[in-house]
């Protein structure tokens, strides 16, 4: 984060745009980890309408002490259909719900043009707040909600 004396300079304080457009791109692809707490799995197994046991032996692996989505063959998670997108949306992981307003993706605007090359959201729907993508990505700001 950028500091210039006491005023934060933030290349997205001024908002940023966007709007989940069911493509996927973020739930297929490379291979890597989708990280869930005992909460979300909790959670997502309600949703489904799954013994928690029964939910983790066909959907988790275990990494160290913690807890992933398991992946099909090319990467793609488990719980994404291509022909209605992330089965348990409502519930996802919070790596997902938190997607694209993670740190990497907002160190520049540089950062965050590149990212419309893999997600068709950037830029489109309500305008998220300076104060809501730093509660979003940083667990800090004031709780604002996007606006249309």
């Not at 457009?21 to 989708?34: A, D, H, I, S």
Request: proline residues 5%.
């Amino acid at each position: 984060m950028k500091n210039n004396g006491d005023q934060k300079e933030l290349w997205y304080k001024n908002g940023l745009r966007f709007q989940c457009q069911k493509c996927g791109n973020c739930c297929k692809g490379e291979p890597g980890y989708v990280w869930v707490s005992r909460k979300e799995i909790e959670n997502i197994s309600l949703s489904l309408g799954l013994r928690i046991e029964e939910f983790a032996r066909k959907n988790l692996k275990k990494v160290g002490s913690k807890f992933s989505l398991i992946e099909l063959s090319k990467g793609d998670c488990v719980m994404y259909k291509e022909a209605w997108g992330c089965k348990i949306y409502p519930v996802r992981p919070k790596q997902c719900s938190t997607f694209p307003f993670w740190p990497s993706n907002l160190e520049s605007h540089e950062e965050w043009t590149n990212l419309k090359e893999f997600c068709k959201g950037i830029d489109k729907g309500p305008l998220y707040t300076f104060s809501a993508i730093q509660e979003i990505a940083f667990g800090c700001g004031t709780g604002d909600t996007p606006r249309s």
